[in-house]
């Protein structure tokens, strides 16, 4: 998971070098953006359920429905500006053909596929969809101006 992490985040990195984004990258029709105390609000105004908040590491995880699903996710920010650049899912119970179909009328055909990775690269960010055998699919959607806010804050 770490290399696929490390993966998407260079190839975010790669496309704000780029260009500068016009718009930010949608999660369930919200722009993933600005502050997480804000973003927050703006999730739970949407009827997603804050579960906890987990300093260590960063992030929020919330309770919602996914592709009509009920899942956690955990949406990540960065250390100085609490800025949010990625949001991580591990839908159950969804089949997978659904949430590949669903993904490509948001997104658009996948930029990258193989047997068990999607991705989309879009000028806004990129979405990840791991789909590791023997376990649940993981999504990962990341937004190119938060990325761009994580390295220069990380120093990566």
Not at 75 to 92: E, N
Not at 108 to 114: C, F, H, M, S, V
């Amino acid at each position: 998971m770490k290399r696929i992490f490390l993966l998407l985040l260079t190839l975010v990195s790669l496309h704000t070098q780029a260009q500068e984004p016009t718009a930010h990258i949608r999660f369930e029709g919200i722009e993933v953006k600005g502050d997480i105390y804000e973003f927050s609000k703006t999730l739970q105004s949407r009827g997603y359920r804050l579960e906890k908040r987990e300093s260590g590491t960063r992030a929020y995880v919330f309770k919602g429905n996914i592709c009509g699903h009920s899942t956690l996710f955990q949406v990540s920010y960065s250390r100085r500006t609490r800025s949010v650049y990625r949001i991580m899912a591990q839908p159950k119970n969804i089949p997978l053909d659904a949430l590949i179909d669903s993904l490509n009328v948001r997104y658009g055909e996948p930029y990258d596929t193989d047997n068990s990775r999607y991705m989309w690269q879009l000028e806004a960010g990129a979405v990840l969809l791991s789909t590791p055998e023997g376990y649940d699919p993981t999504l990962v959607i990341m937004d190119t101006a938060g990325v761009a806010a994580f390295k220069d804050e990380d120093h990566r």
